[in-house]
């Protein structure tokens, strides 16, 4: 037989279950895409506060009435302009102070009637500053002030980083394999379609692999097709986002910038090569079945 009826794929894949699987392609590659997006805003907003908490320190001076107070806070100004390792310095006001403690009283606690700490803000060098020597000055000219160096938000912030990287991870490893038993219980349904056809091609003689290339062929296109989809319209979804006004945001981290470039595309491909090994696993099982 010539002419394009000899060219012609002899397997149906109906219009339902082949629109079903690039429908599910494009989701679930859009999801991914998604998914590596806002744990790379995570993990740049963690990032960002653990270089300040690296950089920065607190005293924190409680009130002991206004002159004492006053004495006290020029005594440790003193101490920590003779201080290696210390950049800068910063007496925060008593309305800062009172912003910040009412984000953690809240609201029906009226600070104007509470004795309001000291806060002074250090900004640290490069140079490593000498803890023990800064805190044995510090107490001999204010006894009662605290030194928070920030050490103890650092773990809990390292942690963070490590489980929101584990949890996005485990969202695409979850979303792939979704997607690869979807195109398993697609493939059940078109290979019941077609089980006369795959008969009399054995019966005519052809391999087992010519049959699977024939479904291998098939799906990848469907595949590659809503992976395609799904990974365009992902990206255009991020970079159409606007931008908060506040930079320190976590909307404001989501988009695709750095390494995130070298992260996203081979997403579509990973999902066609799943669609691969589910689609050649559920064909051999199938004919080995028949066999």
Not at 188 to 211: F, H, K, P, W, Y
Request: hydrophobic share 50%.
């Amino acid at each position: 037989m010539n002419g394009p009826a000899a060219k012609r794929d002899p397997f149906i894949i109906r219009r339902g279950t082949g629109r079903l699987t690039v429908i599910v392609s494009l989701i679930m590659v859009f999801l991914c895409v998604l998914t590596v997006a806002f744990s790379s805003a995570a993990l740049r907003l963690a990032g960002q506060w653990s270089n300040d908490l690296r950089q920065t320190a607190t005293i924190r001076l409680p009130f002991n009435g206004d002159e004492v107070l006053s004495a006290q806070t020029a005594a440790i100004t003193t101490v920590l302009g003779q201080t290696s390792g210390v950049q800068g310095y910063e007496v925060l006001p008593d309305d800062d102070v009172e912003r910040v403690l009412q984000e953690w009283v809240g609201e029906r606690l009226d600070l104007a009637y509470v004795p309001l700490p000291r806060l002074i803000r250090i900004e640290l060098a490069d140079e490593p500053i000498d803890i023990v020597a800064f805190t044995s000055q510090l107490k001999a000219v204010a006894p009662e002030a605290f030194f928070d160096d920030h050490s103890r938000w650092q773990a809990p912030l390292t942690r963070s980083v490590s489980t929101v990287r584990l949890l996005a991870l485990s969202a695409i490893v979850l979303l792939l394999g979704t997607l690869g038993m979807l195109i398993w219980l697609s493939l059940q349904t078109s290979l019941a379609i077609n089980a006369r056809v795959i008969s009399v091609m054995r019966l005519l003689g052809s391999e087992d692999r010519l049959i699977e290339h024939g479904f291998l062929k098939r799906y990848l296109v469907l595949v590659a097709t809503g992976s395609a989809i799904g990974f365009v319209l992902g990206v255009a979804i991020l970079m159409a986002l606007p931008k908060p006004a506040d930079p320190g945001a976590l909307l404001s981290n989501i988009t695709l910038r750095g390494s995130d470039w070298f992260i996203v595309p081979p997403v579509p491909i990973v999902a066609i090569i799943t669609a691969y090994f589910a689609t050649r696993a559920a064909v051999r099982d199938r004919l080995a079945k028949e066999a």
